[in-house]
Every structure is written in structure tokens, then in C-alpha cells.
């Protein structure tokens, strides 16, 4: 019998700006995602520098239609192709599928007042085609992709009218795909605001006096998305009670070196941070050690008591979240080798084996990570990221035999089902970049995820033809039998 509940939600996840490309058509406008670089030099580990984003590099955007060295503006071409992509989700077995809306095709700078309707009639015809193939959307409504203007012309989400804008913005998506879309998330990864701020918050650190500064506005940005969250979900419960809201964030797994007591407190730090963003969400408070260390940093948050009564009477209805890796903390780091990953850099683990991009793959860390949060809230969870960045090869036959990209869901896919068998309730599984896609950290195509072999190379080379790889028909089975054959 199968360890996974009847109607487990089985499918992928991809983001707007990382597959859509059509960065410029149908009225969009420009995003904070299409001034990202492709810097091939960089450091495939070296996860800061790839995502930094510099006054000059956005002026430098602004002033080139270029695509090859700004890859997000073409991405995959799906804006074109989806219809090709979804019909491959389906003969997968996808139960679900979760995607982003881009909010630049809706208000393409931000702050108009009416939405652009070509932007809308092609999220309703591509969640209609979903609803053909009896695939539920999870719909992610900002995924990296707020409109550069509000960065530029408001300094992002510190500023209370972003918030505004973006409330103004979900409530005319809900009203629209009322009816096609049932379960929603407000921010991916709400705590990267501190590892990437500009593309996730419109912070532009350089314009800040100090890094103190900077880190206040963030503080104060994210202030002004958890109140947002919960308008949005207010919202959402007035006109389609049956809906439900989720937070996403990326669960970051700190062990301690040893068994040091000052290991032990400086990863208990670390997984305490990382409980403050569904503290807020999900208990509808901020914790005690937040707010003191506002008043330590003399810090001045604005928010006004109703912000605090919002987040306290809407919290989300389940907590989703991104699984790639944990981390180690060490009171002796500076000894010791580093390791770097889509969360801010560890000590190298000496259990874990390691990905080319310095991802540490750790399946048991997936089923602690599920127990630690059920315990705390016993609130239904949803992994809605999870997978190997890998670069694939293309065999003479033009078959991709990924046996390691197998391996690396079965072993994390037992570590949910062992999850479950520990009492945890467990909503769905998305893996992440279903189809191959563009790197949200590297921008590149040859960090492939996929099951779905995209042909297209960094520089844009490429006939964009899909392939299935070898986990395609693998990932199909587990599907078809709810995970009894791996
Ligand atoms: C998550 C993001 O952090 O990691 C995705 O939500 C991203 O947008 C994914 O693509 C994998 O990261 P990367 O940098 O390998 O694309």
C-alpha cells in the first residue's frame, strides 16, 4: 500500500520570469528579473556575486534589447509553447502544477489602475488549458518578478504604496481566475529578502548609508508583505471561501558542527531565523527575539495596530516551502572549508555529497526539515521546490539518461514518506524546474532540473525542442502508483 494520502499532489514548479521569455510582448513591462545578468565568469559556487545586481548594471540593462546575456527575457519561450509544455505535464500524470504570474504582465510598471487585459486573457486561457488536463494550479502571484519601476520610482517594497499595489494587484487576479484557481501563495521564498534583496524586496543596498540602513528597509519591507499577505487572504476568503493561501519560504536545515554548546547556539540561531517568516504567517505574531532586536538596533519599523490585528486574523491556510540542502554552522568557520548554495554559505558537511554548484544533497535533512515544522504549527505542508541542478548530456541517440537525477527523488521522496509515516500531513510535492529552465541564482540553462529536456544552451543557441529524459517515464510511474514504485 502506498505511504502517500489518497490525492497526494504529485507535480512541477517553474516561475514566470525564469520560462515565460516574452519579457517585452503583450504590454508587459520590464521586471526586476529582465535586468538580471548572465555573468559566465562568476563562480559557479560563489551564490552572492551571481544574484548582485548593481545601480550601473540596471542602467546598463535599460539601455540593451540584448536577450543572449540577459537570458530571463527569453527564457524557454513558454509564453508561446505552453500549451505543448502542459500536454507533457499531463502525460506525466501532473495532479498539480505550480506557476507564477508575472506581475509586469498585469501592471506592467506597477502602480496603473487598470490591469492589462492582454495579460490577463493569457493566464486565463493557460490556467483553462490546466483545467483541461485536470491539473490544479498553485499560483505563486510574485515570484521574483515585481515590476522594476516600483524599485526605481518608489524604492521598492519599503515604501507602504508597493504594498498597496501589490494588495490591488492580487485582488484583480483573484477576481479574475475565480473559479480556475483554487490554492494561491503570496511570496516565494518571503525570507530570501535577506540574500538577494533587490530582486526580492526592490532593495538596491547601494543606496542605502549603511549596511544598517539597508537592513532596517528590509526589515521594513517585509513588514509591509506580511501585512499584504494577510490583506490578500482576507480578500481571497470574502469571495471564495473554499480557497486556500499558502507562505512559502525556503526551509534552511542548520545543524551544529558538534556538540559544542557554542555550535549548538549558533545553528539554533539559524533555524530560529528561519521559524520567524511562518512565526508571523502562520501564528499571526511577530516572535519576541525579532522585536528586540529591532529595539537593540534602533531599528523603527512603521506599522500601524491594524496591520498587527490583519496578521493576527488572517495566517495562511498551509505552509509550503523549497528543500535543496541544509547547512553547517561551525563557531570555528573560519577554518574550516566552505560550501555555497541558494542560501548564504556553510561549512562543508562531511556526510553529504555535494552538487557542482555547491548544493549539499541531504535527504534526511527534507524529513527533519517536515518534522520541525508540523511539530511547531500542525499545519498541512506542501514542498513546493525540491530537485537536482545538474548538467545534462546529450547522448548520440538524443536520449538524456539521468540515473542521478532518479536517485536524488527517490531518495527524498522516501524521506517524505517516511515523514508521513512520523505523523506529519503532507499536501503535495512539486518538483522543482519541471522542464528545463532558466537559473534563477546563475541565469543559465545548463543548471538543468527538468524532466523535460529543453534544447537551448547559455547563449540563447538552441531549437527549444523538448525531449523527455529518462526520469520523465520514471517520475510518471511514481505518479501513476501515488509513490509505491520508486
Ligand atoms: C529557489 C527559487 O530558491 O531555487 C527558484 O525559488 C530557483 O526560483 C530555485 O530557480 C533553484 O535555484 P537556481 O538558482 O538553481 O535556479
Known amino acids: ?41 562568476i563562480d559557479k559556487k560563489d551564490y552572492v556575486s551571481q544574484w548582485h545586481t548593481s545601480p550601473s548594471d540596471i542602467l546598463a540593462a535599460k539601455e540593451t534589447d540584448d536577450e543572449i546575456y540577459y537570458p530571463k527575457r527569453h527564457g524557454i519561450d513558454h ?36 490591469p492589462n487585459e492582454a495579460g490577463l486573457a493569457y493566464y486565463e486561457k493557460a490556467f483553462q488549458t490546466l483545467r483541461k488536463y485536470n491539473i490544479e494550479p498553485l499560483v ?36 479574475r481566475f475565480n473559479g480556475l484557481v483554487k490554492y494561491w501563495l503570496t511570496f516565494n521564498e518571503i525570507d530570501s529578502a535577506f540574500r538577494h534583496a533587490f530582486t526580492t524586496v526592490g532593495i538596491i543596498e547601494e543606496n542605502y548609508p549603511s549596511k544598517k540602513k539597508a537592513e532596517e528597509a528590509i526589515y521594513q519591507s517585509l513588514h509591509h ?24 519560504v525556503t526551509k534552511t536545515m542548520t545543524y551544529p558542527e ?41 531599528f523603527n519599523i512603521a506599522m500601524t495596530p491594524d496591520d498587527l490585528s490583519v496578521i493576527k486574523e488572517y ?9 535543496y540542502m541544509s547547512i553547517v554552522q561551525s563557531i570555528d568557520a573560519d577554518q574550516r572549508e566552505k560550501v555555497g548554495g541558494n542560501l548564504t554559505t556553510g561549512v562543508k558537511n562531511p556526510y553529504l ?31 513546493v521546490e525540491n530537485g537536482l541542478g545538474y548538467q545534462d548530456t546529450v547522448e548520440e541517440d538524443g536520449s538524456i539518461q539521468d540515473d542521478y537525477r532518479i536517485d536524488y527523488f527517490r531518495d527524498h521522496f522516501k524521506a517524505i514518506a517516511d515523514a508521513i509515516a512520523d505523523g506529519v500531513e503532507v499536501m503535495g510535492y512539486t518538483s522543482w524546474g519541471c522542464i528545463d529552465i532558466v537559473s534563477a541564482s546563475t541565469s543559465q540553462m545548463s543548471k538543468r532540473y527538468g524532466f523535460i529536456y529543453v534544447d537551448l544552451d547559455d547563449y540563447n543557441e538552441g531549437t527549444l525542442k523538448r525531449t523527455k529524459k529518462k526520469s520523465f517515464e520514471w517520475y510518471k510511474r511514481v505518479i501513476a502508483t501515488n509513490g509505491e514504485e520508486m
Open 140 to 175: 505563486t502571484l510574485s515570484h521574483y518578478e515585481m515590476p522594476l519601476h516600483l524599485v526605481e520610482a518608489y524604492g521598492g517594497w519599503a515604501n507602504r504604496q508597493v504594498m498597496d499595489m501589490f494588495v490591488n494587484y492580487s485582488k484583480t487576479c483573484i477576481d
Open 1 to 41: 500500500m502506498s505511504k502517500f494520502p489518497t490525492g497526494f499532489m504529485w507535480g512541477g514548479a517553474t516561475a514566470a520570469n525564469q520560462l515565460e521569455g516574452a519579457w517585452n510582448s503583450d504590454g508587459k513591462g520590464m521586471s526586476v528579473a529582465d535586468v538580471a545578468k548572465f555573468k559566465p565568469n
Open 315 to 323: 495566517p495562511v491556510d498551509f505552509i509550503s516551502f523549497s528543500y
Open 353 to 383: 555529497s555535494i552538487t557542482d554548484w555547491g548544493w549539499q544533497v541531504d535527504p534526511l535533512g527534507l524529513h527533519i526539515s517536515l518534522i520541525d515544522l508540523y511539530d511547531r504549527y500542525q499545519k498541512p505542508l506542501w514542498i
Open 225 to 248: 508583505q506580511f501585512v499584504a499577505s494577510s490583506l490578500v487572504t482576507k480578500y481571497l476568503k470574502e469571495v471564495s471561501p473554499e480557497s486556500e493561501m499558502g507562505c512559502m
Open 79 to 114: 509564453y508561446h509553447r505552453y500549451e505543448e509544455d502542459i500536454a507533457l505535464f499531463s502525460e506525466m500524470g501532473f495532479k498539480c502544477y505550480r506557476m507564477s504570474i508575472a506581475w509586469t504582465r498585469i501592471f506592467p510598471n506597477g502602480d496603473e489602475t487598470e
Open 258 to 298: 558538534t556538540c559544542n554548546p557554542e555550535d549548538v547556539y549558533l545553528a539554533q540561531k539559524d533555524n530560529r531565523m528561519n521559524f520567524f517568516y511562518t512565526d508571523v504567517q502562520v501564528r499571526g505574531v511577530y516572535p519576541k527575539f525579532v522585536l528586540n532586536y529591532w529595539k537593540n538596533n534602533e
